[in-house]
C-alpha cells in the first residue's frame, strides 16, 4: 500500500533556504528585546507561508529558526528556537531581555 506524504510538509533545510527579496536579520541573543516589533518579526519568521520577513536568533555561536512564540498567561513569552542540531527555549517579558532556559541536542 503506498502512503501519500503531505505536500505542505517542510524539512530544516527547506526552510532555511530563502528567495532574495526576503529580508533577512540576525540577532544575537544577547540584545533581543521583546518590542512590539520584534515581536510581530519572530511571529513572522516562524511562519512557513510569510517569508517577507526571517529573523534568525545567534546564541552561542549556532543560528537558530524561530520554531515557535507563545504569550503565556502571565504575559511571559516563550520562544522555541531550532537549528540543525539543538532546541533552545527562551523567556522574556515584553520591552525586556530575554533569557535562555532551556538547551538540549536533538537526538
Not at 507561508?49 to 529558526?65: A, H, P, S, W
Not at 522574556?92 to 531581555?97: I, L, N, R, S, V
Amino acid at each position: 500500500m503506498k502512503t501519500k506524504v503531505p505536500h505542505n510538509v517542510l524539512t530544516i533545510s527547506e526552510m532555511t533556504k530563502r528567495p532574495n527579496k526576503i529580508c533577512a536579520e540576525t540577532i544575537d541573543v544577547d540584545n533581543l528585546t521583546l518590542t512590539d516589533d520584534v515581536i510581530k518579526k519572530l511571529r513572522m519568521s516562524k511562519s512557513m507561508f510569510n517569508k517577507t520577513t526571517y529573523i534568525q536568533i545567534l546564541c552561542g555561536g549556532v543560528r537558530y529558526n524561530v520554531e515557535c512564540v507563545d504569550r503565556m498567561k502571565n504575559g511571559k513569552y516563550r520562544i522555541t528556537l531550532i537549528s540543525h542540531n539543538f532546541h533552545a527555549t527562551l523567556y522574556g517579558y515584553k520591552d525586556e531581555q530575554v533569557k535562555l532556559a532551556k538547551l538540549s541536542p536533538i537526538p
